[in-house]
């Protein structure tokens, strides 16, 4: 398929089972494996071996003596230093792989680690890793003394990733924007090297083309969007995989090793736009389209797709090859009509007016929403169609869209299974919260089912030490809408999960309406 990285080690425990034994069996195997097939490996330092962990586990924090970690980083580096230069420390700190972990602790890990790789490979490069797209949590750790001591950022946007499939485009490409804000006001470099180190999506484990589909698609998709994005590196989660109880699992590779369409997808786009390609700029395709647009080995090409629920159709003046997401091919005559549809397609051969303008667009704001940077005030009115102005409802599906006299409303759910019909979930523009926006006030315009049904809600949102609970507000009893008001000073909203804020009606004893919601810039300008 054309992969020229991989990312995986063994664990501490297996390569230093005990003090002061070092067991170098398997990854000798590995490294002299990818050094044979001509790939390179990026490795981590992870997780603690049972005899220097404080409980005798490998997860669970604190380490006895931090000397242990020091010495376990230096035989690493020293033995590899002429394989590996990519370290990245632990994984996923701040999910459930360090029980008992600050970001303190982190930050300790990281610093000593970057000493002592530094003293043996001044060229090894140290890389702080992070679950989902915890910005808050890389912010504390900088501040907590990991400054200064880190080569390169790694994100695991899983959320990001499935807020695709409701046109999260633009969510997806802001998350640079969010890493290099949280980088300057730290006084760290902003040429800090930006790498995605997990990144999947779920398909059956028997063949099921309309799921196998979904996963090639948001496979080049988060490719596509985060090479323009900015992002230097993006590893696929992964090659193949075991099944988490639910007969699906995120490999390429089924477990009978069978190939699936995602396998054929990563192959067809690294033998078109190239293993290393260069992002020469975004296209605006037909008034809402997304195109992008990548040089490799002297020859230029768009990768290009509509948003869902809508078709554009895209001509050109020349004569251009069209490649499908399986790598099929088919020439398109000038002035012959292409309908993009919500899977990627690749234009090769590409007119010059086409790559002119994208060169020129490559440094503009893209385009697909409108620019809120200096709005003091977006909102989402809910209804059967949602009018979104700066605030988008995501997972829609959780309410329903009702009549209520002339006025268009949303309903929650609370029969839907699995309890998700509780809530109601939003994002905010970007632009409009970039990072360090933490005053806010949100308001929602909301309302019984019947005067006599008691409702009411919380509101749950993204601040600086993650997602917190807010205030619960109970819904007056006359029969029209009302506001209910939070006023917040500790936001962060980055999407971590894929939302900023939800209203929260898991302590409600009844189903309520919907009809607006508005998020103001409280602090003074």
Not at 62 to 73: A, G, L, S, T
Not at 477 to 488: A, N, P, Q, T, Y
Request: with cysteine.
């Amino acid at each position: 398929a054309g992969v020229r990285w991989l990312r995986g080690f063994y664990e501490w425990q297996t390569i230093q089972p005990k003090e002061g034994y070092w067991n170098w069996t398997l990854p000798d195997r590995l490294v002299e494996n990818t050094r044979r097939n001509g790939i390179r490996l990026t490795a981590g330092f992870a997780y603690f071996a049972p005899w220097a962990s404080a409980d005798g586990g490998t997860r669970r924090f604190p380490i006895k003596n931090i000397q242990f970690w020091r010495d376990y980083v230096s035989g690493l580096v020293g033995r590899y230093r002429d394989d590996i230069k990519y370290w990245e420390v632990w994984n996923e700190f701040n999910g459930s792989f360090a029980e008992n972990g600050t970001p303190r602790m982190y930050a300790e890990l990281v610093r000593e680690a970057s000493i002592a790789a530094k003293k043996i490979d001044p060229s090894a490069k140290i890389g702080m890793s992070v679950a989902n797209f915890d910005v808050g949590f890389l912010d504390t750790v900088i501040k907590e003394g990991a400054a200064g001591h880190f080569d390169y950022i790694c994100v695991h946007p899983y959320e990001k990733l499935n807020g695709l499939l409701d046109d999260g485009e633009i969510e997806f490409l802001s998350m640079t924007a969010s890493l290099k804000q949280m980088l300057a006001k730290n006084g760290q470099p902003l040429s800090t090297p930006l790498w995605i180190t997990e990144l999947g999506a779920q398909s059956p484990v028997r063949e099921s083309p309309a799921a196998d589909l979904v996963q090639a698609v948001l496979l080049v998709k988060a490719y596509i969007l985060s090479i323009a994005s900015g992002f230097e590196r993006v590893f696929w989660f992964e090659a193949r995989g075991p099944t988490y109880g639910n007969n699906s699992d995120h490999g390429l590779i089924r477990s009978d090793m069978s190939p699936r369409p995602s396998y054929g997808a990563l192959k067809a786009m690294t033998e078109v736009i190239g293993a290393e390609p260069a992002y020469l700029g975004w296209l605006n395709l037909g008034n809402g389209g997304y195109g992008f647009v990548f040089e490799a080995n002297g020859k230029n090409t768009l990768a290009a797709w509509a948003p869902s629920k809508r078709d554009i159709g895209v001509t050109f003046g020349g004569d251009v090859r069209v490649v499908q997401l399986n790598g099929a091919a088919a020439a398109l005559s000038a002035g012959q009509t292409l309908t993009l549809t919500n899977t990627p397609l690749y234009i090769t051969e590409l007119p010059s007016d086409f790559v002119e303008q994208a060169r020129a667009n490559k440094d503009r704001p893209f385009p697909w929403r409108e620019n809120y940077a200096q709005a003091s005030i977006v909102k989402a009115q809910l209804k059967v169609a949602n009018i979104e102005r700066g605030v988008r409802q995501v997972n829609s599906g959780t309410t329903l869209p009702v009549i209520v006299g002339d006025e268009s409303w949303r309903r929650t759910d609370f029969a839907k299974q699995g309890g998700e019909g509780h809530y109601v979930y939003f994002l905010v523009d970007p632009q409009f919260v970039p990072f360090g926006t933490n005053e806010l006030e949100i308001t929602a315009v909301v309302r019984r089912i019947s005067p006599d049904r008691v409702s009411g809600m919380s509101l749950n949102y993204e601040s600086r030490n993650g997602y917190i609970n807010g205030a619960y507000c109970k819904g007056p009893g006359e029969d029209r809408g009302h506001e209910l008001k939070w006023k917040i000073k500790d936001a962060n909203f980055v999407g971590g999960w894929g939302w900023n804020f939800r209203l929260d009606g898991i302590a409600s004893p009844n189903d309520f309406l919907i009809r607006e919601v508005r998020v103001e810039k409280t602090a003074p300008r």
